[in-house]
């Protein structure tokens, strides 16, 4: 498993958030290896996104490292709370779910 408090640029978050909304989701979601989230999702004014792929292409801009899906967790332990602890809005942690 990953040390998910090793993401810690909000650029590289910023910069995978521009990538996702450049080529689609479908076209993101195959090029990093995730299936389509469940239940957390990243939310920004220009839409939602699915928050382990999100967390994981960011880790990978930022260390070089490329995570796929069996390497994290996605839920309230995982890659969504430490997107909420970056400041992003999280869809999904508040509900008991995780």
Not at 21 to 37: N, Q
Not at 48 to 62: G, M, P, T, V
């Amino acid at each position: 498993m990953v040390a998910y408090k090793g993401l810690t640029d909000r650029e590289a978050v910023d910069a995978v958030l521009a990538e996702f909304d450049r080529i689609g989701r479908h076209t993101f979601l195959e090029k990093h290896g995730f299936g389509a989230a469940r239940t957390y999702f990243l939310v920004t004014k220009t839409g939602r996104y699915d928050s382990k792929a999100i967390f994981a292409a960011a880790f990978e801009l930022q260390h070089g490292v490329t995570l796929g899906p069996a390497d994290l967790s996605g839920g309230k332990t995982g890659a969504a709370r430490r997107l909420a602890e970056l400041g992003y809005t999280i869809e999904g942690l508040a509900d008991g779910n995780g």
